[in-house]
């Protein structure tokens, strides 16, 4: 099972986002974790590598299992650790090795195009409370099949 982590970096009204090149979708920027990396080691070093910034006060806002199926065949399994962090140090990158880095406005997050429970995911870290734990079931092509989420959503 491949372990992910990834931030939203908010800043005032605006948060830092990634346009991945293969779909267009608008990620908070993360990546794979390492051998022997916690969590927070993990988000810490890909998001520096993504962004050339420095997380602080991070918290965990999500634990999520991604679960890619056809039919009843299991094609892929990975668990998502989402932080969220309210400051940073550094200077950000011109460029990403992994897309388009922009400041988007918090209002205008959830009307970017994105995977379907990422916009489940994006609720939840821009207005939820405490941590969300939860599964989506997607198709080969990414549709989401089904999904399960504690808290629920509204």
């Given at each position: 099972m491949q372990r992910v982590a990834n931030c939203l970096l908010v800043n005032g009204s605006q948060a830092l986002l990634l346009q991945k090149p293969s779909k267009g979708w608008w990620v908070a920027p993360g990546g794979k974790m390492e051998i022997g990396e916690s969590i927070k080691e993990s988000v810490d070093r890909e998001f520096r590598e993504e962004t050339g910034l420095h997380l602080k006060n991070?918290?965990?806002?999500?634990?999520?299992?991604?679960?890619?199926?056809?039919?009843?065949?299991?094609?892929?399994?990975?668990?998502?650790?989402?932080?969220?962090?309210?400051?940073?140090?550094?200077?950000?990158?011109?460029?990403?090795?992994?897309?388009?880095?922009?400041?988007?406005?918090?209002?205008?997050?959830?009307?970017?195009?994105?995977?379907?429970?990422?916009?489940?995911?994006?609720?939840?870290?821009?207005?939820?409370?405490g941590v969300m734990y939860g599964t989506f079931y997607y198709s080969p092509d990414f549709k989401l099949l089904s999904y399960r989420l504690d808290p629920k959503p509204d």
């Open positions: 991070t918290i965990l806002k999500s634990v999520i299992t991604m679960v890619v199926k056809d039919k009843e065949e299991v094609l892929s399994e990975w668990m998502m650790f989402t932080f969220k962090a309210t400051g940073f140090d550094g200077k950000q990158c011109k460029e990403s090795p992994e897309g388009i880095l922009k400041w988007v406005e918090i209002k205008d997050i959830l009307s970017l195009p994105m995977a379907e429970g990422d916009v489940y995911l994006f609720r939840h870290l821009l207005e939820g409370e």
